[in-house]
């Protein structure tokens, strides 16, 4: 017999964004081809991060449209994979990011990777972090006053 107990753990859910991870041939314009492909389709790359090999290259990158990114690489046959994390803002990046690393390390918190926007929602820096406990890392954020952005606020 199966009880009906109530939750006593409540899970705060921040807001998450996508990330596409996608797979290129270490070649002089793949990533320009990726870039035009998206602009000719009204979307833009809002935050990119991009590791080299010998033989190939991993761009990390946000979008203005994610949804119709991925079934643009579906249709052109890219290789991606795609994965959420926080985008979190910051008022004065000298002081601020300080406190932002202060606070996941008190709540002990790894950052796995992170790279800022090239946009500025909202006229402010932003900064996108994948951390291992997301859920924990939202929390302590928005007790330190941290505001986290949509996809909404980065498309816009």
Request: hydrophobic content about 50%; glycine content about 4%.
């Amino acid at each position: 017999m199966a009880l009906d107990l109530p939750e006593t753990i409540s899970k705060i859910g921040g807001p998450q964004v996508r990330q596409f991870s996608v797979f290129l041939p270490n070649k002089v314009g793949a990533m320009l081809d990726i870039v035009k492909l998206l602009n000719t389709h009204s979307t833009h790359v809002v935050a990119l991060s991009v590791s080299e090999s010998t033989d190939s290259a991993i761009a990390r990158m946000i979008v203005s449209d994610p949804d119709r990114v991925e079934i643009l690489f579906r249709e052109n046959e890219i290789a991606f994979g795609v994965c959420d994390l926080m985008v979190v803002e910051l008022r004065e990046v000298a002081t601020q990011l300080i406190k932002l690393l202060a606070a996941l390390l008190m709540a002990e918190v790894n950052v796995h990777f992170s790279y800022p926007l090239l946009t500025r929602p909202n006229g402010r820096a932003a900064l996108a972090m994948y951390v291992d406990d997301a859920e924990c890392a939202t929390s302590v954020l928005l007790g330190e006053g941290f505001r986290l952005l949509s996809q909404t606020d980065i498309s816009r």
